[in-house]
């Protein structure tokens, strides 16, 4: 097998636009990413609660109520 055909295993610092950073290994430096686990709605719980807004106000405008 051949050496050195492999890329560098280093550690990246990984950045979302909410500003929060965290530290991983990657075969890139730094990654820019537009989403994480602190911003994401299925894991913050604001995607339950948007859909529950939404069912609601359907149900509302289905019956007529106020």
């Known amino acids: 097998m051949r050496e050195d ?3 560098k295993y ?4 990984v950045t979302c636009n909410c500003g929060n950073t965290f530290e ?3 075969t890139k ?3 820019h ?3 994480c686990s602190k911003c ?3 894991y913050t719980g604001q995607q339950k ?4 807004r939404g069912a609601i106000e359907k149900f509302n405008r289905k019956y007529g109520l106020a």
């Open 5 to 7: 055909i492999q890329p």
């Open 40 to 42: 994401h709605p299925f």
């Open 29 to 31: 430096g730094d990654i």
């Open 24 to 26: 991983t290994r990657s």
């Open 49 to 52: 609660a948007a859909a529950a």
């Open 10 to 13: 280093v550690v990246s610092h």
């Open 33 to 35: 990413v537009e989403v």
